[in-house]
């Protein structure tokens, strides 16, 4: 069975930075794609960055380049996803996902950047 486990989400102020987590159970992680979206209150789940099952193919968001670092540890089963200079525009609930004939989620961890 599946299991995606987000982790690291908290309450930070503009310019701060965050590293979350998603520990994974249940399927060959390093034969997935792996990668990390955003829901804010309001809107629709957003792309935001996402890693091939090796790693060698990134790819990011126009709005989060040069301020977040996805990577993955398949040793470890876990991605992660460093988000450095956030903005209050960032505070969202992030989820990841786990693709390879279908999509896997979490169940997310909530981001909130405010003064």
């Known amino acids: 069975q599946v299991h995606l486990v987000e982790s690291g989400g908290d309450l930070v102020q503009p310019g701060g930075s965050l590293r979350l987590s998603c520990a994974a159970s249940?399927?060959?992680?390093?034969?997935?794609?792996m990668s990390w979206y955003r829901q804010a209150p309001g809107k629709e789940r957003e792309f935001v960055a996402g890693?091939?099952?090796?790693?060698?193919?990134?790819e990011y968001a126009d709005s989060v380049k040069g301020r977040f670092t996805i990577s993955r540890d398949n040793a470890k089963n876990t991605l992660y996803l460093q988000m450095n200079s956030l903005k209050p525009e960032d505070t969202a609930v992030y989820y990841c996902?786990?693709?390879?004939?279908?999509?896997?989620w979490g169940q997310g961890t909530q981001v909130t950047v405010a003064s």
């Open positions: 996902k786990a693709l390879k004939d279908r999509g896997y």
């Open positions: 890693i091939s099952p090796a790693g060698g193919a990134i």
């Open positions: 249940g399927f060959t992680f390093s034969g997935y794609s």
